[in-house]
């Protein structure tokens, strides 16, 4: 370990040196070389980082460009909702032209455009909210505000102080209630009182009525227009968009759990483990993205579960007080089977791994349990995609089946996951002889020793010790070692190689000596990986029931359709024909 320890900390230092020698040339070389300007000229210099400069600004516009209409074309949408958003500040901007009937309307219409501007929201369920927030916090704002103008006319020259007090007693109380947790929903609305509020008390004594009145009717009109708009032209539903995003989740799981399986029977790893993986970042990565967007996506869901329930039935939802909260609970039971997808990515990824010899022996079972939770995982994606309940026949049978075949295989196999010879092996003191340990001994005098079997990975690593003492140079031992490995696994130049056994090299007795404790621990600790990723396999099989009953509770509360059998409609057809 110690051998490890400092070969480490020794490329850490010499990558930093790397990097200071590297910034040095460049700083040297640069454009702070004193004697390259002078024989480049003044003149040549400034105009070369001039066009430098407008070189790379074009180069960022140009990008942000392609950036922009990527994210268009990818979602037509968002192109659809700023032309919504362009058309209802058009309208709106009308009201600045009006003179009559009301002659101060074109004075106050910017309450109108920033109406607009803040209750538009993408989906309609963000629009209802925003909506009824702005019209409780502008309706109880502007009532209270009428009511305290009147009673300030009764305080004669104390008229200002108790407008002040009104407002600081006001503001107190309705910042202290938007903090409380139930009130989260209506923080908007909190907002909006306050601003009505001061505006309608700060606008004159005889200004009350006519701030007030004007304020409420152009809040209205921006409303109106933001409503018809966006319910009109292309609407865009957030339960829609939280239906979408359940199903993606399903199916991004299922790809990772694949993944892993295969990846881990093939015995395939990283060259080298992406930064973004390690610290937890969007990754290009399939494996890692799929799992990742399914834990990621609790706050997605949350937000579009408050815009959800404020929208009215609509296209397949057509049942008031619809069951969207179900859905984010179906998507929390397949984030609870997804934590142990990112498990097992992290057994692949972890420094310890069993020999590819010990894997075969379990590899058709682990790849079965592997397949058929995939195939649960798909199914339940595409029902929740059609709105479909599950057939009466059991889904998790044939997965269940499979985690007990594997279960089973390591129960007859689990001697080569320990190593049976150190089972009550540790040697005693020759001062304080155990009794018991004497008189088994003397029982089993005349008994043939038993035929025992430790580990398969034994046999492997006594080979690959054999392969190393070989190969070892008493002048220099890492090169000898590395060689070894290099030979059997081929070139480390590739993005995915052959895993090796941890640790990849070895301490050393002397001069051509193993240390035995340590392949002994680390061969048990290898082997105990593959039971690590075998029993994150097996729980995630048996946190797969939690998935289908918050499916079936989905579908009974949604009112999914039956399942349609496939012998009927194949009948019905024939009866048409």
């Known amino acids: 370990m110690a051998a490890n320890l400092g070969s480490l900390r020794q490329s850490f230092v010499e990558r930093g040196r790397e990097r200071l020698l590297s910034r040095k040339y460049n700083s040297d070389v640069g454009f702070n070389d004193s004697s390259y300007i002078v024989h480049e000229g003044c003149l040549h210099w400034l105009f070369r980082v001039t066009v430098d400069r407008i070189s790379r600004w074009w180069n960022n516009v140009t990008g942000i460009a392609f950036s922009a209409y990527e994210m268009g074309r990818s979602d037509p949408r968002k192109v659809v ?18 003179k009559e009937p009301l002659s101060y309307i074109s004075q106050y219409s910017i309450w109108a455009i920033l109406t607009v501007v803040v209750v538009f929201e993408f989906s309609i369920g963000a629009t209802l909210n925003k909506g009824f927030n702005r019209a409780l916090g502008t309706l109880s704002a502007g009532a209270l505000a009428l009511g305290i103008a009147e009673l300030s006319k009764m305080a004669g020259e104390m008229q200002e102080l108790f407008i002040v ?10 910042s202290y209630l938007k903090l409380y947790p139930a009130m989260k929903q209506y923080e908007y609305g909190f907002r909006v009182f306050l601003l009505t509020f001061c505006i309608v008390l700060v606008s004159g004594t005889s200004h009350f009525v006519e701030t007030a009145v004007s304020r409420l009717l152009l809040i209205a009109v921006g409303a109106v227009v933001c409503l018809l708009i966006n319910v009109c032209v292309y609407p865009i539903w957030a339960g829609e968009d939280l239906h979408k995003l359940v199903v993606k989740n399903f199916k991004g799981v299922a790809t990772s759990l694949e993944g892993c399986v295969n990846m881990y029977l093939q015995c395939v790893e990283y060259t080298r483990i992406p930064s973004k993986i390690l610290l937890y970042q969007a990754s290009d990565d399939p494996l890692y993205k799929g799992y990742r967007a399914a834990v990621e996506s609790t706050s997605q869901e949350e937000s579009l579960l408050g815009f959800a329930i404020w929208e009215p039935p609509h296209g397949r939802y057509k049942m008031f007080n619809y069951p969207w909260s179900e859905y984010v609970k179906v998507s929390g039971a397949l984030r609870h089977c997804a934590f142990m997808v990112m498990a097992m990515h992290g057994s692949i990824l972890s420094e310890i791994q069993a020999s590819s010899e010990l894997r075969q022996v379990f590899k058709d079972r682990i790849q079965r349990v592997g397949t058929e939770g995939a195939k649960v995982l798909r199914l339940l994606g595409e029902k929740v995609e059609k709105m479909e309940k599950l057939s009466p026949s ?12 594997l279960q089973m295989l390591i129960d007859q196999k689990s001697y080569l996951l320990v190593n049976a010879q150190s089972w009550e092996s540790q040697k005693r003191p020759e001062n304080h002889p155990d009794p018991e340990l004497l008189q088994e001994l003397k029982d089993n005098e005349h008994k043939p020793p038993p035929l025992m079997i430790n580990s398969l990975s034994e046999s492997v690593n006594f080979k690959s010790a054999q392969t190393l003492s070989r190969n070892y140079d008493p002048q220099n031992p890492n090169t000898s070692i590395n060689m070894s490995v290099s030979q059997q696994w081929g070139s480390a130049e590739d993005v995915l190689r052959h895993q090796t056994m941890w640790p990849s090299r070895l301490s050393l007795i002397g001069e051509n000596i193993l240390n035995e404790r340590e392949v002994r621990t680390y061969e048990s600790a290898s082997a105990l990986s593959l039971a690590t990723f075998t029993s994150l396999l097996i ?32 009948e019905v057809v024939g009866l048409l024909a």
Do not use: Y
């Not at 909702?81 to 009006?98: D, N, P, Q, R, T």
């Not at 007090?165 to 309705?174: E, K, L, N």
């Not at 059991?394 to 075949?405: I, M, T, Y």
């Not at 729980?539 to 009927?568: C, Y």
């Open 81 to 98: 909702f700023a032309a919504k958003m362009g058309a209802a500040l058009s309208l709106v901007s009308v009201l600045i032209f009006f």
């Open 165 to 174: 007090i009104s407002i600081f007693i006001a503001g107190f109380f309705a």
């Open 394 to 405: 059991d889904l998790l049978e044939e997965v269940h089946n499979a985690a007990e075949d």
């Open 539 to 570: 729980e995630f099989v048996a946190r797969l029931q939690n998935l289908v009953h918050s499916f079936e509770e989905l579908g009974d509360k949604a009112k999914f359709t039956d399942p349609i059998d496939s012998n009927e409609s194949k």
